[in-house]
C-alpha cells in the first residue's frame, strides 16, 4: 500500500489539498486492497489549520510526529505562501522528507515553501501563472516553465495553479496503474485526463505597462488603441518620436520584450477576450484583432496557449 501525504499549513488552499487527495481515494475504488493508498494531512502547526477559503483542516499528524517516510509528499499552496517565513526546524524537516520520499513535490505555489527549504537547486519546475514571476525572480538558479501544468523532473513533480494539482495527481496515478484506472476516476471526478493546453490560456499576456509618462508606454497605450492598424515598428518609433533602433533597444528595456511581443500579446488579449463574450465568425474577430486572416488567428493562437480559438471559446465563452 503505497502512502500519499500532503503537507497543509494555516491559509492553504483547500482545493490543493482535497483535489489530489480525491483523485488518489477514488482510485481505490478500482484497485485491489494491497495496491490501495493510504492517504494523510501533515500539519505545519499543531492543532486544526484554518483554510483561506475559512475551511478548516484537522492534520492526521504533525510533521514532528512523522518518522515514516510517505511515497509521494505534496506541498500544498495558499494565497499568501509566497511571502511567509517558517521556522528552520520545519524547513529542516521537509528537506529530510523529501530526501528520503520517492516522490515528492508541490501544488500551486507550494514550489515556494519547496525553495525556501533548498530541496529544489536547478530544477525544472512550474507553479500558479500569477507567482511565476515572482519565483523566477527570487530563485534565479530555476527553470520555471510558468506554461505548464505540471512537470516531472526525477523524482521531483511540481503543477500549476489550483486545479492543476487534479492534473498532476492523474498523471502519478497513470504512472502508478496505468491510463485505464486514471481515465475511470477522471471519469467520477468530471474531468479530464489530460487538459488541452498550458495554464497560460488561464493568464493575461500582456506585461505590466511601465510609467505612464514613458514613450513606451504612450506606444503600449497607442498599440492598445489600434490594433486592427500597423503596427510595425517604423509606425510605432515613430509614435515614439525615435529611431527605431533606439526605440527597440529602449522599449525592450523598459517593458521587457520586444515591440512586436507586445503587439502580438496585445492582439491575443483582444481576441481572446472578444472569443469570450460573444460568437462572432473567426474572420471578424481576426480582423478586428489585427491579425491578417483566420487562418492567422488560429496559428498565433494555438501558438501562444496551446489551444484553438474554438477551442477557447468552447472552454471560456459566455
Not at 517558517?86 to 523529501?98: F, G, Q, S, V
Not at 477522471?186 to 506585461?207: D, I, N, Y
Request: hydrophobic share 45%.
Amino acid at each position: 500500500m503505497k502512502t500519499v501525504a500532503i503537507v497543509v499549513f494555516p491559509g492553504v488552499q483547500a482545493l490543493d489539498v482535497s483535489g489530489p487527495l480525491d483523485v488518489f481515494a477514488e482510485s481505490n475504488r478500482f484497485l485491489l486492497p494491497a495496491q490501495q493508498y493510504r492517504l494523510e494531512t501533515i500539519g505545519l502547526t499543531r492543532g486544526a489549520v484554518p483554510c483561506s477559503n475559512g475551511m478548516v483542516i484537522a492534520p492526521h499528524r504533525h510533521y514532528a510526529d512523522v518518522a515514516d517516510t510517505p511515497d509521494l509528499l505534496l506541498v500544498a499552496g495558499g494565497p499568501a505562501l509566497p511571502g511567509q517565513s517558517e521556522p528552520e526546524e520545519t524547513l529542516a524537516w521537509l528537506r529530510a522528507a523529501c530526501a528520503r520520499a520517492p516522490r515528492y513535490g508541490s501544488i500551486c505555489n507550494g514550489t515556494f515553501l519547496l525553495a525556501r527549504a533548498g530541496v529544489l537547486r536547478d530544477a525544472v519546475v512550474t507553479t500558479h501563472w500569477n507567482d511565476a514571476p515572482a519565483l523566477a525572480a527570487r530563485y534565479p538558479a530555476l527553470r520555471v516553465e510558468a506554461d505548464r501544468l505540471y512537470i516531472q523532473d526525477g523524482r521531483l513533480h511540481t503543477s500549476a495553479g489550483v486545479t492543476a494539482g487534479i492534473d498532476l495527481s492523474l498523471y502519478l496515478l497513470a504512472q502508478d496503474h496505468g491510463p485505464e484506472v486514471a481515465l475511470n476516476v477522471a471519469k467520477r471526478l468530471v474531468v479530464f485526463t489530460q487538459r488541452a493546453g498550458g495554464q497560460s490560456q488561464f493568464s493575461p499576456f500582456l506585461t505590466p505597462f511601465v510609467e505612464e509618462t514613458s514613450a513606451v508606454a504612450q506606444v503600449q497605450q497607442y498599440v492598445m488603441g489600434h490594433l486592427g492598424g500597423d503596427l510595425g515598428l517604423a509606425e510605432l518609433a515613430a509614435v515614439a518620436r525615435m529611431s527605431r533602433r533606439n526605440f527597440s533597444r529602449v522599449f525592450l528595456r523598459d517593458a521587457g520584450v520586444t515591440p512586436a511581443e507586445f503587439v502580438e500579446s496585445a492582439r491575443v488579449d483582444a481576441a481572446r477576450a472578444r472569443l469570450e463574450r460573444d460568437a462572432a465568425p473567426l474572420k471578424t474577430v481576426a480582423y478586428e484583432c489585427g491579425f491578417r486572416d483566420a487562418r492567422h488567428l488560429r496559428e498565433v493562437f494555438t501558438r501562444r496557449l496551446g489551444v484553438s480559438p474554438s477551442h477557447y471559446r468552447a472552454s471560456f465563452g459566455f
